[in-house]
């Protein structure tokens, strides 16, 4: 089974967010995704098999699967173009998050995505606790967004991970607020599904995209997350989708052994 990792959301290695990309002719069996994953042990491993002229695309962190994610769907794409046995420039995945396309513009691979805006939220001791601060808003998707004051806020953030994984409220946490060189940054802390901080996040910004449209009166905009590693996106709000746009990298290709009783 053909294996890549690549960095997605940058257009360099060692920037932007690892994910794996196996490349299965046929359907595998949930049981083995989770532990290839876990093997991994990246935030995100993708899984890609042929349906039709589009393919099934399943997204596994190394604890549990999960149902959207963008840096592994981008990396996914960016395997396709350039080492697939067609190298089209719209390729259509089936998600549990529905059909997904991701088009191909020099440079760039755009995805578009289901819109996740978020509803306002109480802000409990727990979150504040958290984070070590008081967030000035909290909203609530699939994920806790929490605003902060700005820039320098967010890219000092030191959260307490035990206390992350104690908030009842979303999958993860979003910490976000307006850029001084982009239009917003943000950071996304995942302990409850292994992942204590992702480098770059796509589908975060399925929550944030529609967040940030709203407060800044803009359909287009530039956006920056603030990890280590560290990635940018180029984002358009369509009012129930999203566009999402990154650059990626390949690090690595390879294969992985697989086994007879892997399959479905």
């Not at 997204?59 to 699967?65: D, H, L, M, Q, Y």
Request: aromatic share 8%; charged share 25%; with cysteine.
């Amino acid at each position: 089974m053909k294996y890549y990792i690549v960095d997605a959301f940058s257009d360099r290695v060692f920037a932007g967010n690892q994910a794996g990309v196996c490349i299965a002719g046929r359907p595998l069996r949930a049981a083995v995704m989770q532990n290839i994953a876990a093997e991994n042990n990246l935030a995100e491993t993708a899984f890609v098999t042929p349906n039709g002229e589009d393919f099934d695309l399943r997204w596994f962190t190394p604890e549990a699967e999960i149902d959207l994610c963008g840096h592994a769907t981008l990396a996914s794409a960016f395997v396709l173009s350039n080492f697939g046995d067609k190298s089209p420039d719209t390729l259509r995945f089936h998600t549990l998050s529905g059909v997904l396309s991701v088009v191909k513009k020099g440079g760039l691979y755009e995805m578009d995505f289901p819109a996740r805006a978020p509803a306002p939220a109480r802000i409990t001791q727990l979150m504040e606790r958290a984070l070590g601060r008081a967030p000035m808003e909290a909203h609530l998707s699939r994920d806790l967004l929490l605003l902060v004051e700005d820039e320098s806020s967010v890219r000092s953030l030191s959260p307490d991970m035990e206390l992350i994984r104690q908030i009842p409220e979303g999958m993860a946490v979003i910490v976000t607020a307006k850029g001084d060189e982009v239009d917003f940054v943000s950071r996304f802390f995942a302990p409850k599904v292994g992942i204590p901080e992702d480098p770059v996040t796509g589908s975060s910004h399925a929550t944030l995209i529609p967040f940030w449209a709203q407060r800044l009166a803009k359909t287009s905009m530039t956006a920056r997350q603030l990890s280590k590693r560290g990635g940018t996106l180029w984002c358009e709000y369509r009012m129930d989708r999203v566009k999402i746009s990154g650059k990626a990298a390949l690090y690595l290709s390879g294969e992985i052994l697989e086994q007879p009783d892997w399959y479905a």
